[in-house]
DNA sequence: GTCTATACGATGATAGAC
DNA sequence: GTCTATCATCGTATAGAC
């Protein structure tokens, strides 16, 4: 309640910087961007993003916040669906590479939020430590329904971070790695059918990998 | 024969710089590295590193073929084997994470050139056309590799791109994945048992995933 | 409360003199 | 081969105009 400053309305100011940081955050990573590039783009002067932000990293904190809810928001509902696990991991994959592939900076700037650890000091490290927690929550629930399934005899015995690893490679990296994607598909990554192939491939080899089609009902033993 | 300048002997400066060089451009990115950061560690100042190397962009191009390099000599033998396609892949997959996990660096630098395509000017493109094509080389040698496979009826008829992609998401990103995969891990990504279990669980991924057991043979309807 | 002008210290890559 | 010098640009702070 006391938290918003205004009613900062829709198209505000606020709302640009955080757009267009974004996509510059994503294109060239954190130390990529300047902030005068940042303030051209949204019609401001350099000193005018510190009354919306107390600084770059709290800008950068903001956006990968973002940008993690959205995913969250997308993918929560198969994690958290009753059912069979089988089908409720193949709807959260389905439904990762739908915002994946939907908002083509999002891949790019998650994977470089990975690789850019050595980058923080100490108390810029702090600014993003709501990140990191909204990010592992996010995994653990992924985990948690691996283990289900694990359990319940439908997933063969894998360890569960390596396939959490593979996965997130088989979906982040690919949307992630941008013009050598490309060319190795020899045509874009986001184009409907680049997406859809992606998600018939990636589902048949989680399905062939994690799948224990010869154990369908509770056998344990091979 | 008139290439080299001098017989710059093993720990000369030269050596150093691109040693030193390529921890850091690892760990912070291209854009991350100040040349006076790289100096200072080997013990020069700032512009003594241009008596060496033309620019920043020349320097990064220089480390990055270097570890291509190291990783294609690895893995190129498994690659040009004769033999069973199945076996090749498994040896270029094993070889390939050895090497990654062998110097720490080699999969963050790896990861992070395929991400920065948006950071570099035309000309500075240019400098990166060698690399570009060693990495197209290898990358094509291992799609080769594919086919192979899949006309012998050993693999299913995966998408040689997407089953690329897959492959290198699950060995060069989880080895890029540093705070964030060991926390996913709950310890070291580098111990000599992390690396073993990984190499088991991309194996056993691989080989559930690609490999058409059902048709050791000749079948390809299903 | 939102934005801009000006400026500071630090650091960026690079030239030219020893 | 190495250092002194240079100049653009970095992120950030302050003071004031709408």
Redesign the interface.
């Known amino acids: 309640m006391t938290k918003r400053v205004a009613a900062a309305g829709p198209g505000s100011s606020r709302e640009k910087i955080l757009e267009v940081a974004e996509e510059l955050f994503a ?6 961007v300047s902030l005068a590039d940042v303030a051209s783009r949204v019609g401001l002067r350099k000193p005018s993003l510190f009354h919306h932000f107390p600084g770059k990293v709290a800008l950068y904190a903001e956006v990968c916040e973002g940008v993690l809810a959205r995913i969250a928001a997308r993918v929560r509902p198969a994690l958290d669906a009753p059912g069979l696990a089988s089908l409720r991991l193949e709807r959260a994959i389905g439904s990762l590479i739908d915002e994946l592939a939907e908002h083509r900076g999002t891949a ?1 700037l998650l ?2 939020s ?6 923080f000091s100490a108390e810029d490290q702090a600014r993003l430590v709501p990140l990191d927690r909204a ?2 929550e996010l ?1 653990q629930s992924f985990q948690e329904l691996l283990r289900e399934g694990i359990e319940s005899g439908e997933f ?1 015995r ?2 569960l ?6 996965v ?3 979906t ?3 949307f ?6 490309e ?4 045509g874009p990554i986001f184009s409907a059918e680049a997406v859809a ?2 998600k018939r ?2 589902t ?3 399905r ?3 799948i224990d089609e010869t154990a369908p009902l509770k056998s344990e033993g091979d």
């Open positions: 294109r060239q990573g954190f130390a990529g790019r994977l470089r990975l690789l850019e650890d050595d980058l990010l592992a995994v063969r894998v360890s971070p390596d396939a959490t690893q593979t997130i490679g088989a982040v990296y690919h992630a790695s941008g013009e050598f994607g060319t190795l598909l020899g192939r992606r491939e990636v048949a080899f989680i062939a990998g994690l």
